[in-house]
């Protein structure tokens, strides 16, 4: 009963055979544990009375003589018959199960007769009180947090890093888009109304392979462009507005709150490695691509542009000097802080929220455990925040 199933289900499908009889006798609970039973309970009595009669046969029918048998075979049962057995048992349950499993299945075809008779009371006890028991969900499926228990206590059995890509596949329901995606103020984009002098020049420095592209004085987003496609032109100074216009592709929008597992699955369905985050009111919010997904399942690539990296300054002392745009949970997991991950999502908004108004640079304050101190404010934004544990 102590064994691992989902071990036996696999070792029965290499073709273990003491596996495959486990697994038979498992798939009949009610008349495995009957045999067992009959066998045990037989013997505990057919002991008891062999041990009364031989007591009295040695030192006569007297009170102290069944008191001491009793007691006698009272405490052999539980070493030997009971408590030992299933502590073995217990701590080398696929040995113990598979040996016996040859025996158990003897006894089975054996004692069907008399275990059949036995069941028939059994099953009208249950009746009477209302009870089915279901021995199939002893293989039911396991639960996703069940799951992430099984891998956190694997220990030796997985690799560190194969531990940690799992457990992260296991977060990817919690985590949504707006937790990874970059913020609208931090997307490079193509102003389709600027100068194809100054469009060339921007495409011919970006350090994407893919941009937006806006237009208008609301900056509506009317297309992505792909650099590779018109990067020979903007180097020759051949781009013009038409031929943007016959490369661009027509924007991906997804909605806000998406779950990133939801979202993946979304990539490749449409075949896309980009999306654009909007609200409930179509308002961009922030541009989540295909490698951020896969960053939160294996970690960070190396081949990240400067304009996406956030860097941390340690401070003398302890501490680090961190962006106002750095996300709480890059900076919980890099820096190995506990903010909240509920509410804000950057640290600038962290600030915003726990003052609700901006606050002056020198202000300090404490979150989480964490003493925080404004160090520079520009355009409504907390720019570089000091944070010691």
Known sequence: MSINRYRLRYLSKEGHRG?????VLLGKTDKLLGVILLGSTFTISASTTLATLIAVRLFGAGEWTLTFSTLAITFTILVFSEISPKVIAAAYPERIAFAASYVLVVLLKLTTPINWFVNLFVRAFLSLMRLK???AETMQAISMEEL???????????????????LNLFELEKITVDDVMSAHTQIESVDFDAAPELISQQIATSHHTRLPVRSGQNEEVIGILHIRKVLHQAQNGELTKEALTEVMSEPYFVPAGTPLYTQLQQFQENQQRMALVVDEYGQLKGLITLEDILEEMVGEFTSQSPSRSVAYHPQEGGGWLVDGTATL???NRKLGLNFPLDGPKTLNGLVLEHFEDIPEAGTSFKIAGHTLEVIQTQDRVVKIVSIRP
């Open 329 to 331: 949970r890059d900076m």
């Open 19 to 23: 596996a495959k009889l486990a697994a």
């Open 133 to 135: 028991p279901n021995f």
């Open 148 to 166: 992430r228990s099984i891998v956190q206590e694997a220990g030796g059995f997985i690799p560190q890093q194969h531990q940690k890509i799992l």
